[in-house]
């Protein structure tokens, strides 16, 4: 009984922490307003987790952003489009991320201050060498690299509002496939 309890705090002590950290960022968050949020005392805390950035790194640790086996998997595929490839790897995994949003904007928008502090500029790097590979198996062209930095850049802030202003699942589904849409293949495809 009494490890059902510890886990039970726990997980109380996580959901505050989320809820703070998502409303004040690491750096603003208090332990003692995590604790409040809790309902339990503030060195309860420090019995589950050493300080606020292992509290912080518990978390983001389940939405930690790397796409690489994603972007693996989706350049393996031998046939079809980069669209095609796309509706068959990278949607399911983008939607299983958005399952936790606030996680995802915790990691990408308020982790000034923690290890994680690059975090989104890691997730466009990732997304810029894809793009790269992509356009290189796609094009006879080539581009100056610039052109996939910007392509990933714009895609990852989509992500991201779509992660801000979410609304439903079935509305952050619409919005994906029409950022997908017109990332592939031009607005005027809408």
């Known amino acids: 009984m009494a490890q059902v309890l510890k886990e039970e705090v726990r997980n109380r002590i996580l959901e505050a922490a989320e809820k703070v950290f998502y409303k004040k960022d690491y750096r603003g968050a208090k332990l003692t307003e995590i604790a409040k949020e809790a309902d339990i005392p503030v060195a309860l805390i420090y019995t589950y987790f050493k300080n606020k950035e292992v509290l912080f790194d518990a978390v983001v640790s389940s939405v930690y952003i790397n796409f690489e086996s994603a972007f693996n998997e989706e350049?393996?595929?031998?046939?079809?489009?980069?669209?095609?490839?796309?509706?068959?790897?990278?949607?399911?995994?983008?939607?299983?991320?958005?399952?936790?949003?606030?996680?995802?904007?915790?990691?990408?928008?308020?982790s000034s201050g923690t290890k994680h502090t690059e975090a989104k500029q890691k997730l466009i790097s990732q997304m810029q060498v894809h793009i790269e590979v992509s356009l290189k198996r796609q094009s006879k062209e080539e581009y100056d690299p610039m052109l996939a930095h910007i392509l990933a850049s714009n895609f990852t802030e989509g992500l991201l509002e779509i992660a801000r202003h979410y609304q439903s699942e079935k509305w952050a589904k619409d919005m994906l496939k029409l950022i997908a849409r017109c990332y592939y293949k031009g607005v005027e495809s809408l």
């Open 75 to 110: 350049e393996s595929l031998e046939k079809g489009s980069a669209s095609e490839r796309f509706d068959e790897v990278g949607e399911n995994y983008i939607h299983e991320l958005l399952k936790e949003r606030k996680k995802l904007i915790i990691l990408m928008d308020k």
